[in-house]
């Protein structure tokens, strides 16, 4: 399909780097367990799972717009899966944060936790159903969500792991 096979490098760099991100992420996160930073298994599962959340997101979306489909349609539906599944994990989220009492989010942490996600996630159900009469638009909407996902679990990789060097192992020290 000449639509889909255009898109063949960007996916290839972004299902990559995000692979690669996921290995590293258990990396860091095996190293901030192994000190004496005392975890709290709800701030986890609202703050760090979430990252891994969307950089497989990020690498199931590369296979899927990577696969050799007849058209356009497979595809579609698989994305639009994809972009429910995530709108519906952001609620997780949601409750995953309010619930946890390690960290009082900010608004930062709603932005990039949250609404950006959600927003990802939209843009990929959304562009699903509109692949039917706008195939290339939808492909860029795509491309657009995977990036959006990619960076946001930087940000939230990131942040993470200052959190636990300037904030965390200070506390620790004293």
Avoid: C
């Amino acid at each position: 399909m000449t639509a889909l096979a255009a898109w063949q490098n960007f996916y290839v760099i972004v299902g990559s780097s995000a692979g690669a991100l996921i290995g590293l992420q258990f990396v860091v996160l095996s190293l901030i367990t192994s000190t004496n930073a005392r975890a709290d298994p709800g701030a986890g599962q609202a703050f760090g799972t979430p990252t891994i959340v969307h950089f497989a997101a990020v690498l199931v979306l590369s296979g899927i717009v990577s696969a050799p489909w007849d058209g356009l349609a497979p595809a579609a539906a698989l994305w639009g899966v994809v972009g429910l599944s995530g709108a519906v994990y952001a609620v997780v989220v949601i409750r995953r944060m309010r619930a946890q009492s390690a960290y009082r989010p900010q608004l930062e942490d709603w932005l990039f936790h949250v609404v950006l996600p959600l927003a990802a996630h939209a843009i990929l159900s959304i562009s699903a159903v509109a692949s039917r009469f706008r195939p290339r638009q939808a492909l860029f909407a795509v491309g657009a969500s995977a990036l959006l996902l990619l960076f946001i679990g930087i940000h939230n990789a990131w942040d993470a792991v200052t959190y636990h060097v300037f904030v965390v192992a200070r506390k620790d020290e004293h």
